[in-house]
Nanobody
Framework: QVQLVESGGGSVQPGGSLRLSCAVSGTRLSNNLISWYRQAPGKQREFVAKITSNGIPFYADSVKGRFTISGDNAKNTVYLQMNSLESEDTAVYYC?????????WGQGTQVTVSL
């Protein structure tokens, strides 16, 4: 059974940084597209970043230049380094693993950016 467990969320002031982790079990990073999404209160879930099975990253325009997604195949974990955080980045962040017959989500981790 595939499981994704996010961690690393918290509260930070504008301009600060956080690193989120998505620990994957039951499947290998190299077999999946791993993505980060976020959902702010009252808004729809939106795409943040993804990394392909061969390690190529893609980003939403809103986070490009501030966020970096990376994968550690040895730890089977994907990271989202978030720098220069803004209040608009406040949301619950979710990890997703997708493949031909797979679409799995983690439980989410809260990120709050405020003074």
């Amino acid at each position: 059974q595939v499981q994704l467990v996010e961690s690393g969320g918290g509260s930070v002031q504008p301009g600060g940084s956080l690193r989120l982790s998505c620990a994957v079990s039951g499947t290998r990073l190299s077999n999946n597209l791993i993505s980060w999404y976020r959902q702010a209160p009252g808004k729809q879930r939106e795409f943040v970043a993804k990394i392909t099975s061969n390690g190529i990253p893609f980003y939403a325009d809103s986070v490009k230049g501030r966020f970096t997604i990376s994968g550690d195949n040895a730890k089977n974990t994907v990271y989202l380094q978030m720098n220069s955080l803004e209040s608009e980045d406040t949301a619950v962040y979710y990890c997703n693993a997708a493949a031909l017959r797979l679409n799995a989500w983690g439980q989410g981790t809260q990120v709050t950016v405020s003074l």
